[in-house]
């Protein structure tokens, strides 16, 4: 199908004899178009492929989430999502509240849970893992955009130049007549025609690529709350005062008898 569509576009030989026209300076534009294009072509490609997995697997992991209730669910079943950036987000999160509970429990009604200070430590694990996750999908946008905005320029440079080159040799052959400037104006062209070739599918890309990215980011940051307040209401430590003071009192009476440190510090602030 390819060969069917560059056949008609090649047929006449205007792009080969353009081309052979060219100045140096224009071959060099169009050998930079050239390796731009290739970049171009290289992270359309694997972007499309990378943006397709994220959204797949997306869908997957929200309705797996969806039905569950513990927020560590999913990981304690061991189902993997891998292509999903919220997938990412919620395991770095689940890692991190694990620790704490591991490590700095706060028993209440016999059940760990963990303090306000640990869970904003998890919030800013969860906000970091957001951040990682869109920088992983906006890497090598760069890339398009600089073909969308460079590439025509970059052709317009070796028209321009080209064209110079055209009348300058006019000039000094002293003949302007039209057989004398087609081969120059021709050869001048082509770098224009290369740079919108270069530019006009990457634009199409980008844009289309940008917006679902967006959509993306979008859907992590919502997801991140969401996991954030289901983590607060089952596993943060949201006891009121009193009832604090009487845990404390509680477990004042639970050492009596047993060595305690004196470090001027009274017992029932080290309960709290």
């Known amino acids: 199908m390819t060969t069917l569509f ?68 999913i990981k304690h079943k061991g189902d993997v999502f891998e292509g999903a950036p919220a997938y990412h987000l919620y395991i770095r999160g689940a890692d991190e509240l694990e620790y704490h509970l591991q490590n700095n429990p706060k028993k209440v009604k016999g059940e760990n849970r963990i303090s306000t200070a640990a869970f904003d430590a998890v919030k800013v694990t969860l906000e970091e893992a957001a951040a990682a996750e869109a920088m992983s999908l906006e890497k090598g946008m760069i890339v398009l955009s600089t073909a969308v905005a460079g590439g025509p320029f970059i052709g317009l440079l070796g028209t321009v130049w080209g064209v110079m080159e055209t009348f300058a040799g006019i000039a000094r052959a002293n003949s302007a007549s039209l057989t004398a400037m087609a081969p120059g104006v021709a050869g001048a062209l082509i770098a224009t025609v ?79």
């Open 6 to 73: 560059l056949n008609p576009v090649f047929a006449s030989g205007a792009l080969q004899f353009a081309f052979e026209k060219a100045t140096t300076e224009g071959k060099i534009c169009i050998s930079v178009l050239f390796v731009l294009s290739l970049f171009s072509w290289t992270i359309i490609i694997t972007k499309f492929r990378q943006l397709h997995i994220a959204r797949k697997w997306a869908k997957k992991f929200f309705t797996a989430y969806s039905s569950t209730r513990d927020p560590l669910d």
């Open 194 to 272: 290369t740079g919108l070739l270069v530019a006009i599918p990457a634009m199409f890309a980008y844009n289309f690529m940008v917006t679902t990215i967006r959509a993306i980011t979008q859907e992590l940051d919502g997801f991140a709350t969401r996991y954030a307040t289901q983590i607060d209401h089952a596993y943060v430590e949201n006891r009121n005062l009193e009832e604090k003071i009487a845990d404390a009192f509680a477990r004042v009476e639970e050492r009596k008898g047993s060595p305690s440190r004196d470090d001027g510090e009274p017992a029932v602030t080290r309960a709290l």
